[in-house]
């Protein structure tokens, strides 16, 4: 049997202590880094670019949703370290489908920056929805255009680095409650299947815009305000064995079903929250005190799961870093989470220590009825 001196078991003992510090300190890193902020420039009163990057960095925002190759806003992100979700904006979908365009887009606004600029997804197309009269006309050129993204970033050796996506929105979902029940609209299941499959063959996410507000807002009957901000105090709603103590869970598990409904490729899936917020003014059930609760509660409660994949930090991205002035109607001006003038609006945690959601866990059930 083998036998230690009281210096080996004094180093044995540091070494653990070392690799147990180290390995806390990363779940701190992972949980913290779980929650970017969504950079919209539709205000004429925003700070310059240099300056939104910094107020990222002195808050410790390390993830950014940027919704469209800015030139000044890459150039501010070089050395940042900041991971950043680039926008392939619809406008430019149509070009973007043709495979030269898209070397030649990727050239400019990916590799011109890379790797000094760190980019973590591109999302090709923000809410296009072959059945949306505002953007069915582009529905046809998101596939061609991820794959033609994909492809150029193929060809620099990025494609593990960098993964292409797209960004849906709620309403492809045609039914969701119960959120193990969720499925897609019958008539975009032609138009997701392709997509779904070429992400599941890129080992890529779906991207996901998820709003408690606008279910709340648009059926406050049957959606309470606790459980759209994550105040309720027990379980709202069971599906089997799961409960339900907040919409953004059900929303989130609703869309996973769907995508297992489509199919092994969709079953594969993550999903990646990239847009969720809630605004202060301009509509039913706004308040500065309901968005404070909201970005609040979110934050600190992706760092967990959802019932369906309990105990996996869900990846957000808040909508959105300002209150934008130029946008509409009304609400669309009141989602920002600091004030044009760099003040926070609320007091959140973007990192430093790790915030557990420590709810009484599901011991109680509300009989309610919470369709999303």
């Known amino acids: 049997m083998a036998t230690f001196s009281s210096t080996s078991n004094s180093y044995l003992m540091a070494a653990i202590v070392l690799f147990v510090g180290l390995f806390m300190a990363n779940l701190d890193i992972t949980g913290a880094q779980s929650v970017g902020v969504c950079y919209g420039m539709l205000g004429n009163n925003l700070p310059s670019k240099p300056e939104v990057i910094a107020l990222y960095k002195s808050h410790n925002i390390k993830r950014m949703r940027l919704y469209d190759p800015n030139p000044e806003a890459l150039q501010a992100l070089r050395g940042s370290n900041i991971e950043v979700m680039l926008g392939v904006p619809n406008s430019e979908l149509q070009s973007i489908a043709n495979p030269s365009n898209a070397n030649e887009w990727v050239r400019r606004n990916v590799l011109s920056y890379w790797p000094s600029v760190r980019f973590r997804y591109?999302?090709?197309?923000?809410?296009?929805?072959?059945?949306?009269?505002?953007?069915?006309?582009?529905?046809?050129?998101?596939?061609?255009?991820?794959?033609?993204?994909?492809?150029?970033?193929?060809?620099?050796?990025?494609?593990?680095?960098?993964?292409?996506?797209?960004?849906?929105?709620?309403?492809?979902?045609?039914?969701?409650?119960?959120?193990?029940?969720?499925?897609?609209?019958?008539?975009?299941?032609s138009y997701l299947n392709p997509i779904i499959g070429h992400l599941q063959y890129a080992k890529a996410p779906l991207l996901a815009n998820i709003y408690t507000y606008f279910s709340y807002a648009g059926n406050p009957r049957d959606i309470s305000l606790p459980y759209a901000l994550f105040?309720?105090?027990?379980?709202?709603?069971?599906?089997?064995?799961?409960?339900?103590?907040?919409?953004?869970?059900?929303?989130?598990?609703?869309?996973y079903a769907a995508l297992e409904n489509l199919g092994s490729h969709g079953a594969a899936l993550e999903v990646v929250v990239s847009e969720s917020g809630w605004p202060s003014a301009g509509g039913f059930g706004t308040s500065l005190d309901n968005a404070r609760t909201y970005y609040t509660n979110i934050v600190r409660h992706v760092k967990g799961g959802t019932p369906k994949k309990p105990g996996r930090a869900i990846e957000t991205y808040l909508f959105a870093m300002f209150d934008e002035n130029q946008k509409q109607p009304e609400l669309e001006k009141h989602f920002g989470?600091?004030?044009?003038?760099?003040?926070?609006?609320?007091?959140?945690?973007?990192?430093?220590?790790?915030?557990?959601?420590?709810?009484?866990?599901?011991?109680?059930?509300?009989?309610?009825?919470?369709?999303?």
């Not at 309720?232 to 609703?254: C, E, K, T």
């Open 122 to 189: 591109i999302a090709v197309g923000n809410e296009v929805s072959p059945v949306s009269g505002g953007t069915a006309s582009l529905a046809k050129f998101i596939l061609p255009a991820i794959t033609n993204v994909y492809n150029a970033l193929r060809s620099a050796r990025l494609q593990d680095q960098i993964k292409v996506s797209t960004a849906i929105d709620m309403t492809l979902i045609g039914n969701s409650y119960p959120p193990s029940k969720g499925s897609f609209r019958g008539d975009v299941k």
């Open 231 to 255: 105040t309720s105090p027990s379980v709202v709603a069971w599906d089997g064995s799961r409960g339900y103590q907040n919409l953004f869970d059900a929303m989130l598990d609703a869309l």
């Open 337 to 372: 989470v600091f004030s044009p003038n760099k003040q926070p609006k609320y007091p959140l945690n973007f990192g430093g220590e790790r915030m557990w959601d420590v709810s009484d866990g599901y011991n109680h059930s509300v009989s309610l009825k919470s369709d999303i």
